[in-house]
Nanobody, 123 residues
Framework: VQLQASGGGLVQAGGSPRLSCAAS????????IGWFRQAPGKGREGVSC????????YYADSVKGRFTISRDNAKNTVYLQMNSLKAEDTAVYYC?????????????????WGQGTLVTVSS
């Protein structure tokens, strides 16, 4: 059972990388999926989450209008399209699953975490 996040790296401000979270060993269909981030010296925050049932989504105010979460159950993968990146988006980004969370995004509601992928935005 594994969640593998990828797609991070060094990106210029204004760039548009896409993060991927691929699951192996279980089907993502039945789980809410969240993307979270942790910047140096800060706590982990919910960036965007998507429900398993109706595809409803949540976005943090800081990313609303710039990031888009989507899921491809056939590929067992969830994506985070990040546009118009800013220096303050620099963080380690994690994906995680929850049976209970719906589209809500508190980290405590998510119980299986992948390793993070570092996104560094250069200005």
């Amino acid at each position: 059972v594994q969640l593998q996040a990828s797609g991070g790296g060094l990106v210029q401000a204004g760039g548009s990388p896409r993060l991927s979270c691929a699951a192996s060993g279980f089907a993502l269909d039945y789980y809410a999926i969240g993307w979270f981030r942790q910047a140096p010296g800060k706590g982990r925050e919910g960036v965007s989450c998507i429900s398993s049932s109706d595809g409803s989504t949540y976005y943090a105010d800081s990313v609303k209008g710039r990031f888009t979460i989507s899921r491809d159950n056939a590929k067992n993968t969830v994506y985070l399209q990040m546009n118009s990146l800013k220096a303050e988006d620099t963080a380690v980004y994690y994906c995680a699953t929850s049976r209970m969370a719906g589209s809500s995004c508190p980290p405590i509601a998510y119980d299986y975490w992948g390793q993070g992928t570092l996104v560094t935005v250069s200005s």
